[in-house]
């Protein structure tokens, strides 16, 4: 009994790793869509070109989509299962810490209106300033929102006032692309 036990224990290993690492598959025109919330990482989204997806932190089920633009303008894009309580500023917390302990300078924070605007969500941002050469100041700038049974977060980083415009069209793409693919899904 025991043989069989662990015999069966050993099959079904190998296909719960598979499901827990596999997060997204394809999907046409090389997309990526992130199989629990149906969000859709396009190849390209805005100006900036998907470079890679992947866990982020598997022990809360957090997956991400990682994009960059010409200039050294990066961005990131986390889906998390929407907890209990949903509060964007405990759950980018450790990203503030590291903003932090690195130098960073928190320059605000506020409730920005992105998406489209016919359908509008409003996302919780905060910017931290890097570093500042003369007439460039690079920022990093954070931002999250719930939007159906997930929280959809975007940590951007570029070069103000250079890449404001570039920085608007990737947030405001990312959660229009949230608010069609995932508030679209049967929760």
């Known amino acids: ?25 394809d999907a046409p025109d090389n997309a990526k869509q992130h199989i629990a919330s149906g969000f859709v990482c396009p190849l ?19 997956d991400y989509c990682a994009y960059s633009a ?26 503030f810490a590291v903003q932090e302990g690195s130098g960073g300078r928190m320059l605000g924070e506020a409730i920005e209106v992105l998406g489209p605007k016919t359908a509008p969500l409003s996302v919780y941002v905060r910017t931290y300033e890097t570093s500042r050469l003369a007439t460039v100041h690079y920022e990093t700038q954070f931002a999250s929102a719930a939007v159906g049974a997930w929280v959809v977060e975007v940590e951007i980083e570029y ?28 929760h």
């Open 1 to 25: 009994m025991k043989r069989i036990i662990f015999f069966l224990a050993a099959l079904l290993a190998p296909a719960q790793a598979q499901d827990i690492s596999d997060a997204f598959t």
């Open 44 to 62: 390209q989204l805005a100006e900036f070109e998907r470079d890679a997806v992947g866990q982020k932190d598997p022990g809360i089920g957090a």
């Open 159 to 186: 070069a103000a006032p250079r890449d404001k415009e570039l920085r608007a069209n990737f947030m405001n793409a990312v959660f229009a692309l949230a608010l069609e693919k995932i508030a679209a899904l049967p």
């Open 70 to 95: 010409l200039d050294s303008v990066y961005g990131t894009i986390t889906l998390t299962p929407l907890p209990k309580t949903y509060d964007p500023k405990a759950m980018l917390a450790p990203d």
